[in-house]
Nanobody, 126 residues
Framework: VQLQACGGGLVQAGGSLRLSCAAS????????MGWFRQPPGKEREFVAA????????YYANSVKGRFSISRDNAKNTVNLLITSLKPEDTAVYYC????????????????????WGQGTLVTVSS
C-alpha cells in the first residue's frame, strides 16, 4: 500500500496539529497502522499504533494522554491528533502499515511494518 502523510507544520508549544495519512493501492482493511517520528539527529521512534478495526490503540509513554490515533477505513485514512505540543515533539512524523489482521508483537518497532509514508515535519517552538 502507498502512504501519503500530511498535516505537519510550525506550531507554538501547547498547540495542536492533526496529521493525516492517506493509503492507496490496496484495500485498507486488514492493515494495522502506526505512527513513528524521528527527531533531529535521533533514531526513529514509535508514537502510536491502531489495529485494523480501530478497536485497539497503543501509545508511547511520552505521548500518552496528549496524542490520539484514529482511522477511517471507508476513507482509507489514519489520523494522529497531537495536542499539548512540546519542543521535544519536534520531528519528522511517519505513518506506516502492515497487512495483518493481528497486531504484531513488534508493533512498537519499525520492523513491525512493511510500508512507509514519506514523512511530515512537525516543528514546535518554545
Amino acid at each position: 500500500v502507498q502512504l501519503q502523510a500530511c498535516g505537519g507544520g510550525l506550531v507554538q508549544a501547547g498547540g495542536s496539529l492533526r496529521l493525516s495519512c492517506a493509503a492507496s493501492g490496496r484495500t485498507f482493511d486488514n492493515y494495522y497502522m502506526g505512527w513513528f517520528r524521528q527527531p533531529p539527529g535521533k533514531e526513529r521512534e514509535f508514537v502510536a499504533a491502531i489495529t485494523w478495526s480501530g478497536g485497539s490503540t497503543y501509545y508511547a509513554n511520552s505521548v500518552k494522554g496528549r496524542f490520539s490515533i484514529s482511522r477511517d477505513n471507508a476513507k482509507n485514512t489514519v489520523n494522529l491528533l497531537i495536542t499539548s505540543l512540546k519542543p521535544e515533539d519536534t520531528a519528522v512524523y511517519y505513518c506506516a502499515a502492515r497487512r495483518s489482521p493481528i497486531l504484531s508483537s513488534a508493533y512498537w518497532s519499525p520492523n513491525g511494518y512493511d510500508d512507509w509514508g514519506q514523512g511530515t515535519l512537525v516543528t514546535v517552538s518554545s
